[in-house]
């Protein structure tokens, strides 16, 4: 049973940093792609990191050059580095599974965490 869970979320003034974690059990972590997406109020969920089973990552432009998406695979252990947070960066935060071990696309995810919410404020 593939087992999801976030933390790390927060409140923090713009500008600042925050880092998320998910811890993963029930499946072999290592053999799946990995993102994190994100829900403000009113908006649809979008997919803004994704990293591979070789580690390959790949961003949404909203937060390129600002978030590092990585896993440890020894740990089972996705992460998320955000930086320079913008209150528009405000929303709660889910990290999901695809049982593939290449992804190119924000599709198709079909295991998810309970979230994580993160408020920035100006």
């Known amino acids: 049973q593939v087992q999801l869970q976030e933390s790390g979320g927060g409140s923090v003034q713009s500008g600042g940093s925050l880092r998320l974690s998910c811890a993963a059990s029930g499946y072999t972590y290592s053999s799946y792609c990995m993102g994190w997406f994100r829900q403000a109020p009113g908006k649809q969920r979008e997919g803004i990191a994704r990293i591979d089973s070789p580690g390959s990552a790949a961003y949404a432009d909203s937060v390129k050059g600002r978030f590092t998406i990585s896993r440890d695979n020894a740990k089972n252990t996705l992460y998320l580095q955000m930086n320079s947070l913008k209150p528009e960066d405000t929303a709660m935060y889910y990290c999901?599974?695809?049982?593939?071990?290449?992804?190119?696309?924000?599709?198709?995810?079909?295991?998810w965490g309970q979230g994580t919410q993160v408020t920035v404020s100006s």
């Open positions: 999901a599974a695809r049982q593939s071990r290449y992804c190119s696309t924000f599709s198709f995810f079909g295991y």
